[in-house]
């Protein structure tokens, strides 16, 4: 009797113990990509409020005041020139986001497109995977950098310059999928009963490649958000006049030595931007992979 009933409350306890540890992998699973939202949401309120959310105009100059530290009337101080630190840290935020938006959407659009003409036609995908190679060769920064040296200084031509070297990992991406989707047997019925390429791209293979690339243009968007603050630091970026993170950043580190905070405040917004978009893509990538699903 008592035999029977260590064994009924071991029986009882035992699904109690394998639920707990399933309800903490699935708190872990979404508490990541919870974190990089939550922080990427903030960054981008504060910037979309910056207009009415910034004490001062972001280009009026004061040179009284200028070189302060953080104090109650400027938050983050001064630079050379008098103006709020915070104030133009919170417009460059506005720059970062547009930016790393736009070469994400743009460098994901061309590149699924080619990538899927790539991946089911064979007779293209040599040619179109040459190109994407000779680009690949290229380094990233020097392409951007010689683009901005070849036209006028704007925030859209460095979307253009940071979204042509980003296309050829796109297309990659989206044609190993689409070679992997193409063999699959439902494919090869599909075909067999006459449905025309449109409807099957739209109906079969466009919906594989969501999830990969989803994650992927996450990491799309924080590199372009470095590589603009790269671009406007070497001065080859956005206009100086316009207060972008990077911009700010390179006028301070003339006085790094004697005023910190001029590169202090803005490096740490940059730094939290990059983070919050690699941790919700971690995230995304975690929650949208079969596998890495199971193993949580």
């Known amino acids: 009797m008592a035999a029977s009933e260590v064994t009924a409350a071991t029986a009882a306890v035992a699904p109690t113990a394998r639920r707990r540890p399933s309800r903490l992998r699935r708190i872990r699973r979404y508490l990541l990509p919870a974190m990089g939202a939550v922080l990427l949401v903030i960054l981008i309120l504060s910037a979309l409020v910056a207009p009415w959310m910034a004490p001062y105009d972001p280009f009026e100059m004061n040179v009284v005041d200028r070189l302060l530290p ?43 497109l080619i990538g899927v003409i790539a991946g089911y036609f064979r007779m293209a995908d040599a040619i179109l995977m040459r190109i994407m190679d000779g680009l690949m060769a290229i380094p990233g920064i020097l392409l951007a950098i010689g683009l901005m040296s070849l036209t006028r200084a704007s925030i859209w031509v460095v979307i253009v310059a940071i979204t042509i070297p980003e296309v050829p990992r796109v297309v990659r991406l989206v044609r190993s999928v689409v070679l992997s989707v193409r063999e699959q047997v439902y494919i090869q019925a599909a075909t067999a009963i006459g449905t025309r390429f449109p409807r099957l791209m739209v109906r079969h293979i466009l919906p594989s490649t969501f999830a990969p690339l989803i994650v992927q243009a996450t990491y799309i968007a924080a590199s372009a958000v470095l590589l603009e603050s790269y671009l406007s630091f070497l001065g080859v970026g956005t206009p100086p006049e316009i207060p972008s993170w990077g911009n700010i950043i390179a006028e301070g580190r003339l006085y790094v030595q004697i005023a910190f905070w001029n590169i202090l405040f803005p490096s740490i917004f940059l730094a939290l931007m990059v983070l919050s978009i690699n941790v919700l893509g971690d995230g995304l990538r975690d929650m949208l992979d079969p596998r890495l699903a199971r193993r949580l």
Do not use: H
Not at 70 to 90: K, M, Q
């Open 70 to 112: 953080p104090n109650e009337a400027y938050w983050f101080g001064t630079d050379a020139y008098g103006r709020d630190i915070f104030s133009r840290t919170l417009y460059g935020g506005r720059v970062s986001l547009v930016v790393g938006a736009s070469v994400a959407l743009a460098s994901t659009a061309i590149g699924l």
